[in-house]
């Protein structure tokens, strides 16, 4: 779907200045511009708090606290009982 042609693409220029005239191609243009740099600006928004969130939430550390208690030997969880001694 993405595969344009230079003939393509000229035969849709072509027919947008048909449609639309030339005066008011540049004005078209411009808000094109316009909305594609908000439509970036907003994107770019959305994934710094994403990543920021993302750092905030830190997956890893509960794994970390664990992986440092059992090297100090501290237990998280309790021992398991030993069915013999009841």
Known sequence: MGNFGIQEIVIIVVIIA????????????????KHLRKTKDSVGTFKDEFESGMREIDPVSP?????KNA?????????????AAE
């Open 71 to 83: 090297e100090t030997g501290k237990a998280t969880t309790p021992p398991p009982k030993d069915p």
């Open 18 to 33: 048909l449609l639309f005239g030339s005066t008011r191609l540049p004005g078209i243009a411009r808000g094109t511009g």
């Open 63 to 67: 794994i970390k606290e664990t992986m």
